[in-house]
């Protein structure tokens, strides 16, 4: 009893008795490292760059004639209400979403000097005899001699034509999208690597962590990879037969060096030979695996959670299944996301694709580069 009295009389308690003195506070009482008006301003600053509310929607799979809008801008006459909604629900999609998902093909390319591949003027009309599609056609590329020494000349021609163009402005304005981190991912079908060598759209290959901006669905005409060791290198056109000619120096399909410098040191060592692998330009053919199909996918899946809020799909016919997945999952997740979907293309996308991808906003036909003029 007598030691819990003692405990009770010696307690402090809780707050300091009004006979103490409390003693005056020596210097301000905020932290010097805080600047209130710094964080004001970035306050406003965030709050000016807020997304603003979307106004005007158009019924799913309207139509937006960019050429006729853009004419009418030249002739200095005034296009109708309709249209002038549509461009402005376009520059609203530019100039305010936030994580941006584009998916490219051929068409953005072709105002550089780079033909497309499935138009009157394309690789697979003007090519072989009208028979282009035949050179991207695994089997038939490396089953037969003489398409080999074909699939070689196109490849050295388009390296060669890829080399002397320039990105165009419609690349341009995805390279500052992605500078202001609003591209959440640009998927890219163009081998040509115009898009690649902007710095702000720059990939890796082959395709490694940290993921980088633009992701290239079938490789690029700048690199050769060994079909056995898989060491990549850049594209060297002097090393591919490309006529029926003799020449020593090239080879129909390269040996790899790599390889062949691996079988000299093991049979210096006595080992058994495993083969040397052979060279190829790094693009992805039909009929063949993706070697890293499973890759690109799980980076789909995973830009798919970051809640994308605007879908673009540009310069392609969505001919190509794996491609046309990606796309319909994408404008679902934006859809339900309460984003925008646009289709880009000088043709009227058919009616199982606007099927497929069933959330496209806006169709909007014409040339892509003009895009960059409502900005």
Excluded: W
Aim: aromatic share 6%; glycine share 6%; net charge positive.
């Amino acid at each position: 009893m007598q030691s819990r009295t003692m405990k009770h009389e010696t307690a402090l308690p809780i707050t300091p008795p009004s006979t103490v003195e409390k003693k005056p506070q020596v210097g301000d009482r905020c932290d010097e490292r805080l600047k209130p008006r710094k964080l004001l301003s970035q306050l406003k600053k965030s709050v000016s760059s807020r997304k603003p509310r979307l106004k005007y929607r158009p019924v799913l799979n309207s139509v937006f004639d960019l050429d006729a809008f853009m004419d009418s801008k030249l002739s200095c006459t005034s296009p109708n209400h309709h249209m002038d909604r549509d461009a402005g629900f376009i520059k609203y999609a530019l100039s305010y979403s936030k994580r941006m998902v584009v998916v490219s093909g051929a068409g953005v390319s072709v105002a550089a000097g780079i033909p497309d591949f499935r138009s009157s003027e394309g690789v697979f009309s003007t090519e072989n005899g009208g028979s282009g599609k035949d050179l991207f056609d695994y089997n038939r590329v490396y089953g037969d001699e003489s398409m080999s020494v074909k699939f070689n000349r196109l490849m050295v021609s388009l390296f060669k034509l890829s080399n002397d163009c320039l990105p165009t402005r419609f690349h341009e304005m995805l390279n500052g999208f992605a500078k202001d981190g609003r591209l959440l991912r640009l998927y890219t079908q163009n081998i040509d690597g115009l898009d690649t060598q902007l710095s702000h759209l720059a990939t890796n290959v082959p395709l490694a962590k940290p993921i980088p901006s633009t992701v290239q669905l079938h490789g690029s005409i700048k690199h050769m990879e060994c079909n056995k060791c898989l060491n990549v290198k850049p594209f060297d056109p002097e090393i591919f037969k490309c006529d029926d000619g003799y020449d020593s120096r090239t080879e129909i399909i390269p040996s790899c060096p790599q390889c062949e410098e691996f079988e000299t040191v093991r049979r210096i060592a006595g080992l058994r030979s495993t083969g040397v692998g052979k060279l190829r330009p790094r693009v992805i053919l039909y009929n063949e695996i993706h070697p890293e199909g499973d890759f690109i996918g799980e980076i789909a899946n995973n830009d798919l959670k970051k809640r994308p809020d605007c879908l673009i799909v540009v310069g392609t016919s969505l001919k190509i299944p794996g491609v046309k997945n990606i796309c319909r999952q994408f404008a679902a997740k934006v859809h339900a996301n309460k984003g925008i979907v646009l289709y880009l293309n000088t043709s009227m996308p058919p009616k199982n694709i606007l099927d497929s991808l069933k959330f496209v906003d806006l169709i909007v036909l014409g040339d892509c580069q003009h895009i960059t003029s409502l900005l």
